[in-house]
């Protein structure tokens, strides 16, 4: 029998190795490192001499046979939460919510346990915050309710017997990493309790039907803090970001068992917490401008179009080797376009140098994106805007020839809702009736046709 090697495992990342090492070359730390022993064989080789008589066989059963049971969502009245979590949140489940330090997680959490406080009981643990600190922030929520129940003890044992013996609908503890678990050796936030921590509380939502949501940190790279396993031990992972420059907080889910995970939800942090923004395109057709340069795309977030400006300012570079800078969208994407361009139209763009951005700091994907960034591309290099209140929606191939694109008509009626009155898309484009003049291009040599020759 081949011998089985001792290995070494860090307490703080879980990184494995077969040496024991000073300091771990994984999350940097020192002296973090324990000997593994392999376990002993407890039992004998499957089919030699295992016992099956002792064992009882299951009973399988027909999904038909199985009663049904519709549960009933929770709805915070939240909407734009309640549709990201994929219509009202799945009565037991596990949930945690994440993001950078300071974004909004507390906030926003104690803003949904105060709404689901009117009509369940919601047991709040806070770990990191003591209760007069969470008093202040929801005395500016206008979170105080008597019924929203608060405590700061942060061991988990602690946590899960209160709610073995009080049974309450929703638990919710911001956070996870500072729930410690007693007798452990590790310290709180190590990969081996944060992975402990999920999985008895994913016993405990499902044993004692209890919703728990959480609060997580990402780290530098954007993970979860500690391990990413943890995303595969709950039901569901909420993302909360923002990017962009007028700090809008986008809810987006990354994982989610009882609904999508392309949904956006949008929140804008005010003096009073955060407050919905159902519909985001009007903060960026407020920001629209009427410039060389700047075209209005369109891409599907969710159920969502968003209408975002690309803007482009080309210049004569006078390097030997022309600036890209892009951002917002793939860097391949803008230099590919710009390749087409100067190879049918014969406008030399790799003597000049390219900025592009997409308005808000928003980052996008798609090919539909394709002739909009094309048009602000070449109305740059002309220096001539494009027709006040126009949006391109329409791909890009590499014979140059301009392409339809899925979902035109949900476009369509977002563009009219905005006053947007000329439509650039694909010369074969299936379009509903639309109020909107509709501008069809063959390929990319009829796009020069709007733009004036000086
Ligand atoms: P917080 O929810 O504590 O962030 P997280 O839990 O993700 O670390 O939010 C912290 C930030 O939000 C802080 O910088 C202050 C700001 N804030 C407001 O602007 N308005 C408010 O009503 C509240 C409660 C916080
Ligand atoms: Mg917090």
Same mark, same amino acid.
């Not at 080789?45 to 009973?59: A, E, F, N, R, Y």
């Not at 809810?251 to 804008?268: C, D, M, P, S, Y």
């Not at 003096?271 to 599907?300: D, K, T, W, Y």
């Given at each position: 029998?081949?011998?089985?090697?001792?290995?070494?495992?860090?307490?703080?990342?879980?990184?494995?190795?077969?040496?024991?090492?000073?300091?771990?070359?994984?999350?940097?730390?020192?002296?973090?490192? =324990?000997?593994?022993?392999?376990?002993?064989?407890?039992?004998?080789?499957?089919? =030699?001499?295992?016992?099956?008589?002792?064992?009882?066989?299951?009973?399988?059963?027909?999904?038909?046979?199985?009663?049904?049971?519709?549960?009933?969502?929770?709805?915070?009245?939240?909407?734009?939460?309640?549709?990201?979590?994929?219509?009202?949140? *799945?009565?037991?489940?596990?949930?945690?919510?994440?993001?950078?330090?300071?974004?909004?997680?507390?906030?926003?959490?104690?803003?949904?346990?105060?709404?689901?406080?009117?009509?369940?009981?919601?047991?709040?643990?806070?770990?990191?915050?003591?209760?007069?600190?969470?008093?202040?922030?929801?005395?500016?929520?206008?979170?105080?309710?008597?019924?929203?129940? $608060?405590?700061?003890?942060?061991?988990?044992?602690?946590?899960?017997?209160?709610?073995?013996?009080?049974?309450?609908?929703?638990?919710?503890?911001?956070?996870?990493?500072?729930?410690?678990?007693?007798?452990?050796?590790?310290?709180?936030?190590?990969?081996?309790?944060?992975?402990?921590?999920?999985?008895?509380? *994913?016993?405990?939502?499902?044993?004692?039907?209890?919703?728990?949501?959480?609060?997580?940190?990402?780290?530098?790279? +954007? *993970?979860?803090?500690?391990?990413?396993?943890?995303?595969?031990?709950?039901?569901?992972?909420?993302?909360?970001?923002? /990017?962009?420059?007028?700090?809008?907080? *986008?809810?987006?889910?990354?994982?989610?068992?009882?609904?999508?995970?392309?949904?956006?939800?949008?929140?804008?942090?005010?003096?009073?917490?955060?407050?919905?923004?159902?519909?985001?395109?009007?903060?960026?057709?407020?920001?629209?401008?009427?410039?060389?340069?700047?075209?209005?795309?369109?891409?599907?977030?969710?159920?969502?179009?968003?209408?975002?400006?690309?803007?482009?300012?080309?210049?004569?570079?006078?390097?030997?080797?022309?600036?890209?800078?892009?951002?917002?969208? /793939?860097?391949?994407?803008?230099?590919?376009?710009?390749?087409?361009?100067?190879?049918?139209?014969?406008?030399?763009?790799?003597?000049?140098?390219? @900025?592009? =951005?997409?308005?808000?700091?928003?980052?996008?994907?798609?090919?539909?994106?394709?002739?909009?960034?094309?048009?602000?591309?070449?109305?740059?290099?002309?220096?001539?805007?494009?027709?006040?209140?126009?949006?391109?929606? +329409?791909?890009?191939?590499?014979?140059?020839?301009? =392409?339809?694109?899925?979902?035109?008509?949900?476009?369509?009626?977002?563009?009219?809702? @905005?006053?947007? /009155?000329?439509? $650039?898309?694909?010369?074969?484009?299936?379009?509903?009736?639309?109020?909107?003049?509709?501008?069809?291009?063959?390929?990319?040599?009829?796009?020069?046709?709007?733009?004036?020759?000086?």
């Amino acid at each position: 029998m081949a011998k089985q090697k001792i290995t070494y495992n860090c307490t703080q990342c879980d990184y494995n190795t077969l040496r024991w090492l000073g300091c771990c070359p994984e999350c940097n730390e020192w002296d973090t490192f =324990k000997e593994i022993k392999p376990a002993t064989p407890t039992s004998t080789p499957v089919g =030699k001499h295992t016992p099956t008589h002792t064992v009882p066989p299951t009973v399988m059963t027909q999904l038909s046979s199985i009663p049904d049971q519709k549960q009933q969502r929770i709805f915070s009245g939240i909407q734009e939460w309640d549709r990201v979590v994929g219509g009202g949140i *799945m009565p037991s489940s596990f949930l945690i919510l994440t993001g950078d330090p300071g974004i909004g997680k507390s906030t926003l959490l104690l803003q949904i346990s105060n709404r689901l406080a009117a009509q369940h009981t919601v047991y709040y643990f806070s770990t990191e915050e003591s209760l007069q600190q969470v008093k202040l922030r929801a005395e500016r929520l206008g979170c105080i309710n008597d019924k929203l129940l $608060f405590s700061d003890q942060a061991s988990l044992h602690t946590i899960i017997a209160t709610a073995q013996k009080d049974k309450p609908d929703i638990l919710i503890i911001d956070s996870i990493q500072n729930c410690s678990i007693s007798g452990a050796q590790s310290l709180p936030g190590s990969v081996g309790q944060l992975r402990e921590s999920a999985f008895q509380l *994913m016993r405990l939502a499902k044993e004692q039907n209890i919703t728990i949501i959480v609060t997580g940190h990402i780290t530098k790279e +954007g *993970m979860i803090a500690g391990p990413k396993t943890l995303e595969h031990m709950v039901d569901a992972v909420f993302y909360l970001q923002g /990017e962009d420059r007028w700090h809008t907080r *986008m809810l987006r889910a990354v994982k989610n068992r009882f609904g999508t995970i392309n949904e956006l939800g949008f929140f804008e942090m005010q003096h009073n917490g955060l407050q919905e923004v159902p519909n985001i395109n009007e903060h960026f057709m407020r920001e629209l401008s009427h410039a060389p340069g700047s075209a209005l795309a369109s891409i599907i977030e969710g159920s969502k179009p968003l209408m975002l400006e690309l803007q482009t300012l080309t210049i004569q570079s006078k390097l030997a080797m022309p600036q890209r800078v892009i951002s917002g969208v /793939e860097h391949k994407q803008v230099v590919l376009i710009a390749a087409i361009i100067e190879k049918y139209l014969k406008i030399k763009l790799s003597a000049h140098d390219i @900025f592009f =951005k997409v308005s808000g700091g928003f980052k996008i994907k798609g090919s539909a994106t394709d002739l909009g960034i094309a048009l602000s591309l070449l109305s740059s290099y002309c220096q001539q805007p494009l027709p006040k209140r126009s949006i391109s929606l +329409g791909e890009i191939s590499l014979t140059g020839q301009i =392409k339809p694109i899925n979902q035109i008509n949900l476009f369509v009626r977002e563009a009219e809702k @905005f006053g947007i /009155e000329t439509l $650039f898309v694909a010369k074969n484009q299936k379009i509903e009736k639309t109020s909107c003049k509709v501008h069809r291009l063959h390929n990319v040599y009829e796009l020069l046709s709007l733009f004036t020759e000086e």
